[in-house]
C-alpha cells in the first residue's frame, strides 16, 4: 500500500488516502509487504502505516457506524449477533474503558469485533494458537493466559457494530485468538491457569473469575482501563 516507500522515505498523497479510505470503509487489517521485506526504509513506512491508521481511526462517526449496522442487521438474529450488539451498546451508554471477553475458540471476540468498537477488545484464552490469530481482527487485544501470567463468534458479531471502546475476548484457544486480530476493535487473549499441570480450576466461576481478573490486569498495564472505569464483561452462566 505505500509501494514508493521502498525506495523513498515518504509516501505519496495517493497511497496515503488510500491507507487512510481503506481504514475508514471498516478494513479490519491493512499490510505492508515489499517496503519492509526488500525496502530501504522499513521501519519508516511501518512507522508512517501506524499514524495513518491511528489518524483515519480518530476521524471516524464509531457511533453512527454502529447505528447504521443495526439498521440493516436481519431480525431476529442469532445468539452470538444479540450478545453481541447488546455489549457494543452498553459499552457505549457507559463509555466504558475495554471489553472483556472470556474465550475459548475467540469467536466472541471475532463476533464483537465485527461491531467495530472503539475500546480494545481484550482477549484472555489458553490457546496460543487462538491468541495469534486474534491479533488480525480489528481492536482485540489478545492475551495468551499461561502459567506464568498472574469467545470467538460473539466477539465478532459485538465487532461488527462498532462499539467506541475496544472488545477484550478472553480464550483458552490460541488459533481463534489469533484469528480474532482480523476483526475491528477485538483485543484478544489467550488464558492458561498458573499450574501447568491443571490447565483450569475445577471451580468453574473461580476459573472464570480468574480470567476476567487477567484481562483487567493487562488492561491496566497497558494503560486503557483505569481505576474505576466502566467495562463489559461477557462470558457463559453455566460450564
Known amino acids: ?36 521485506a526488500k525496502g530501504d526504509y522499513p521501519v519508516e513506512a511501518l512507522k508512517i502505516m ?17 447505528e447504521e449496522l443495526q439498521r440493516v442487521t436481519v431480525k431476529p438474529t442469532d445468539t ?11 459499552a457505549v451508554s457507559c463509555h466504558a474503558s475495554a471489553i472483556i471477553v472470556i ?35 480489528y481492536g482485540v487485544f489478545p492475551l495468551h493466559y499461561r502459567p506464568w501470567f498472574a469467545c470467538f463468534r460473539s466477539a465478532q458479531w459485538v465487532s461488527r457494530y462498532k462499539p467506541p471502546m475496544p472488545i477484550i475476548s478472553i ?10 486480530h482480523l476483526y475491528r476493535g477485538v483485543f484478544p487473549l489467550v488464558y492458561q491457569s ?28 497497558r494503560g486503557f482501563i483505569h481505576k474505576g472505569d466502566f467495562l463489559i464483561v461477557i462470558t457463559g452462566w453455566r460450564q
Open 1 to 36: 500500500m505505500l509501494e514508493s516507500m521502498v525506495h523513498k522515505p515518504r509516501p505519496t498523497r495517493a497511497e496515503g488516502s488510500d491507507v487512510a479510505n481503506a481504514v475508514l470503509d471498516g478494513a479490519d487489517c491493512v499490510m505492508l509487504s515489499g517496503e519492509t
Open 171 to 180: 480464550s483458552r484457544n490460541d488459533c481463534f485468538s489469533r484469528q480474532l
Open 80 to 90: 452470538a449477533h444479540t450478545i453481541a450488539i447488546a455489549a457494543t451498546s452498553a
Open 194 to 221: 498458573k499450574d501447568p499441570s491443571q490447565p483450569r480450576d475445577p471451580d468453574w466461576p473461580t476459573d472464570v473469575d480468574n480470567r476476567i481478573n487477567y484481562g483487567i490486569t493487562v488492561g491496566k498495564e
Open 50 to 66: 501506524h499514524y495513518i491508521c491511528k489518524e483515519a481511526e480518530a476521524a471516524a462517526y464509531h457511533t453512527k457506524y454502529f
Open 103 to 137: 474465550t475459548t475458540t475467540g469467536r466472541t471476540a471475532l463476533d464483537i469485533s465485527h461491531y467495530r468498537p472503539t475500546a480494545p477488545i481484550v482477549t484472555v484464552t489458553r490457546s496460543d494458537e487462538s491468541a495469534r490469530h486474534c491479533h488480525l481482527y
